[in-house]
């Protein structure tokens, strides 16, 4: 009786997955991404500086104080928007304190290209943002535009 029961469990659940589904495949942004954020830059006179992962940034005051590391604790003041201006995500000036290696991957690159009391511009392309997927509204392959000021190395 007990295995019986087991068995009809699982008929009635493996019978209720859809195999028509097709799994969400992820999609490269890259080449798309790379010409809107060198248009954007070019719209926008910046002076920006490319790493080898495809992060571009601008350093309008470099700061003085501590430099983070990648697993830095810090408060940041930003505000990010996408190419076309609309803003997705703003702090206080007060800023918000984070840990960075629980933020996406162009924060853990572009954060300590600065020390404390500096500021600038992160331009992030998909694949260091939120991927290809949609996520709390952002678009699946978007472009994040980031500026922010390094309040302190926590």
């Given at each position: ?5 087991l068995f009809l469990l699982t008929v009635l659940f493996t ?19 790379e010409t809107e954020i060198i248009d954007y830059i070019e ?112």
């Amino acid at each position: 009786m007990k295995y019986s029961f087991l068995f009809l469990l699982t008929v009635l659940f493996t019978s209720c997955i859809n195999n028509d589904i097709e799994p969400q495949v992820a999609k490269d942004y890259t080449v798309e991404n790379e010409t809107e954020i060198i248009d954007y830059i070019e719209e926008n006179d910046l002076n920006a500086t490319r790493t080898s992962s495809g992060l571009y940034y601008v350093i309008d005051e470099e700061g003085t104080g501590e430099r983070p590391t990648t697993t830095s604790n810090v408060t940041v003041a930003y505000k990010g928007y996408f190419t076309d201006k609309v803003v997705f995500d703003q702090s206080s000036e007060a800023g918000v304190s984070f840990n960075l290696n629980g933020v996406i991957k162009g924060w853990v690159e572009g954060i300590p290209l600065f020390k404390e009391g500096g500021s600038g511009i992160l331009l992030i392309p998909a694949h260091l943002g939120y991927g290809s997927f949609n996520y709390y509204g952002i678009p699946g392959g978007s472009v994040l535009i980031f500026n922010i000021k390094l309040i302190s190395v926590n």
